[in-house]
């Protein structure tokens, strides 16, 4: 039995279009904390000069990331801004010169083991390029390596809009094929699945043809049913292994990545560019020209609205409709891991008015998990920490399939958010008390 969640509208408009460039920002604004873990130490103050590549902000601690300048230019000032998560966060502001030099010292790793290939993906700023942020070099840096059974890539792209995964299967696709080579090389990995929905004829194509010029190397296509590219669904799906609650996929022997992820790893290696631009998907009901674009990273979102033609959106998100987080402005930048802009109309942006339950049950046959956001909403609303952790809601994804498929518009995926919140609480409390 495969996991499946539901049917939804795709609204891939932009998959035929290639980036194209957007025009040098005014100012570009860099936060320091562009991914899981602790923010970067700003290592630039107002005044400096800097380029494309230089080193403006380095990892604090194990779990960080490095940041480097997305332009060549002059750093205005350093100020706090607020993210879309509500927390501040420093960032450095760059007024570009628009010549975009390189920065001197870049140049193609030297890598000739694991240790150097980890110490490289740190440099390289790299972080999950599917949304999640996570420091890459974090996530291959296995203590054993035997454990690696399987490297998942996951190029599912389910979310509705969001073709910048798309876009790098079709032209990206020897980077993604040299990422798997250095994965085989200096980890050695022996066998790699490519999970890809089957609504990407052209990818699964491009990718096979790739495929059967590299040993250990298969696509997996999955049909298009939301959220095929969750990373417990995809890597059942595509292995039939269960990664354990509360557990990790290697608990179940394998590795998940990123399809862009990875070409940006196969492109470092290649370039020692770090990561400083994005193909950023920018589409919605509030656009008038879709676009793939690509902008340097701390563009601000409004400078993307505008190249697109968007027209005063109520609602700006950071990725798509299903999963994404509502920008507090549009003056918030471009970050490493926003791979689209949705921006909805006021009729897609009002929210539906919420009924009561009628125990119709569509939200548990829907949810991939076979969770019961129904008992969820009761226990939280109870503050039942017992109950919500007898339901699993820890185990929740946040996928909104069980909020899109229900007759009376509950704010289910909402709740279920805050009752993981409450659960953390409950939980820690028990710990104290033992
Ligand atoms: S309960 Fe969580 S995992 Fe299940 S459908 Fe709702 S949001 Fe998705
Ligand atoms: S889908 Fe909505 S109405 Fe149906 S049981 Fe779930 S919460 Fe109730």
């Given at each position: 039995?495969k996991?499946?969640?539901?049917?939804?509208?795709?609204?891939?408009?932009?998959?035929?279009?290639?980036?194209?460039?957007?025009?040098?920002?005014?100012?570009?604004?860099?936060?320091?904390?562009?991914?899981?873990?602790?923010?970067?130490k700003?290592v630039?103050?107002?005044?400096?000069?800097?380029?494309?590549?230089t080193?403006?902000?380095?990892?604090d601690?194990f779990?960080?990331?490095?940041v480097?300048?997305?332009?060549?230019?002059?750093?205005?000032?350093?100020?706090?801004?607020?993210m879309?998560?509500g927390a501040?966060?420093?960032?450095?502001?760059?007024?570009?010169?628009g010549?975009?030099?390189?920065?001197?010292n870049?140049k193609p790793?030297?890598v000739?083991?694991?240790?150097?290939?980890v110490d490289?993906v740190?440099e390289?700023?790299?972080?999950g390029?599917g949304g999640?942020?996570?420091?890459?070099?974090?996530?291959?840096?296995?203590?054993?390596?035997?454990a690696?059974?399987?490297?998942?890539?996951?190029?599912?792209e389910?979310?509705?809009?969001i073709?910048?995964?798309?876009?790098?299967?079709l032209?990206k696709?020897e980077?993604i094929?040299?990422?798997?080579?250095?994965?085989?090389?200096?980890?050695?990995?022996?066998?790699?699945?490519?999970?890809i929905?089957?609504?990407?004829g052209?990818?699964?194509?491009?990718?096979n043809?790739?495929c059967?010029?590299?040993?250990?190397?298969?696509t997996?296509?999955?049909?298009?049913?939301?959220?095929?590219?969750?990373e417990?669904?995809?890597?059942y799906?595509?292995?039939?292994r269960?990664i354990?609650?509360?557990?990790l996929?290697?608990d179940?022997?394998?590795?998940?990545?990123?399809?862009?992820?990875?070409?940006?790893?196969?492109?470092?290696?290649?370039?020692?560019?770090?990561l400083?631009s994005k193909?950023?998907?920018?589409?919605?009901?509030?656009?008038?020209?879709?676009?793939?674009v690509?902008?340097?990273?701390?563009?601000?979102?409004?400078?993307?609205?505008?190249?697109?033609?968007?027209?005063?959106?109520s609602k700006?998100?950071?990725?798509g409709?299903m999963?994404?987080?509502?920008?507090?402005?549009?003056?918030a930048?471009?970050?490493k891991?926003?791979?689209?802009?949705v921006?909805?109309?006021?009729?897609?942006?009002?929210?539906?008015?919420t009924?009561p339950?009628?125990?119709?049950g569509?939200?548990?046959?829907?949810?991939p998990l076979?969770?019961d956001?129904?008992a969820?909403?009761r226990?939280?609303?109870?503050k039942?920490g017992?109950d919500l952790?007898?339901?699993?809601v820890d185990?929740?994804?946040?996928?909104?399939?069980?909020s899109?498929v229900?007759?009376?518009?509950?704010p289910?995926?909402?709740?279920?958010?805050l009752?993981?919140?409450?659960?953390?609480?409950?939980?820690?409390?028990k710990e104290?008390k033992?």
């Open positions: 039995m996991l499946h969640g539901t049917k939804i509208p795709h609204n891939k408009n932009t998959a035929d279009k290639a980036p194209v460039a957007l025009p040098m920002p005014a100012e570009v604004v860099i936060p320091m904390s562009m991914h899981i873990g602790r923010p970067a700003p630039v103050k107002r005044g400096d000069e800097v380029r494309v590549g080193l403006i902000g380095e990892a601690g779990i960080s990331a490095p480097h300048s997305s332009v060549s230019g002059k750093v205005l000032r350093l100020e706090d801004i607020r879309s998560s501040f966060v420093t960032a450095v502001v760059i007024e570009p010169d010549n975009q030099t390189p920065d001197e870049i790793p030297e000739t083991d694991f240790e150097s290939f490289a740190r390289s700023g790299a972080v390029l999640a942020g996570f420091p890459s070099f974090v996530k291959l840096s296995v203590r054993d390596l035997s690696v059974e399987v490297v998942v890539i996951n190029a599912a389910c979310e509705p809009y073709t910048s995964d798309t876009r790098t299967m032209d696709t980077y094929f040299k990422g798997i080579d250095a994965l085989k090389k200096y980890m050695g990995v022996k066998k790699f699945v490519i999970g929905e089957d609504n990407k052209q990818c699964v194509r491009r990718l043809e790739f059967s010029k590299t040993e250990g190397v298969e997996y296509v999955v049909s298009s049913v939301y959220p095929q590219g969750g417990k669904v995809l890597v799906n595509t292995t039939g269960v354990p609650q509360g557990g996929p290697l179940a022997g394998v590795i998940v990545i990123n399809v862009t992820t990875l070409a940006f790893v196969g492109e470092y290696l290649e370039t020692g560019v770090p400083v193909v950023v998907t920018v589409d919605g009901t509030a656009v008038s020209e879709p676009k793939n690509i902008a340097p990273i701390g563009t601000p979102i409004k400078d993307l609205l505008s190249f697109c033609k968007a027209e005063e959106p700006i998100l950071y990725g409709p999963m994404g987080i509502a920008v507090p402005s549009a003056d930048p471009v970050l891991m926003t791979n689209a802009v921006a909805m109309d006021e009729k897609e942006a009002t929210p539906p008015k009924t339950c009628i125990n119709c569509r939200c548990l046959t829907h949810c076979r969770l956001p129904r969820i909403s226990a939280y609303k109870l039942s017992e952790e007898s339901l699993c185990l929740c994804m946040e996928c909104g399939c069980c899109y229900c007759p009376a518009k509950r289910l995926v909402q709740t279920n958010k009752a993981k919140a409450a659960l953390r609480d409950y939980k820690s409390k104290d033992k």
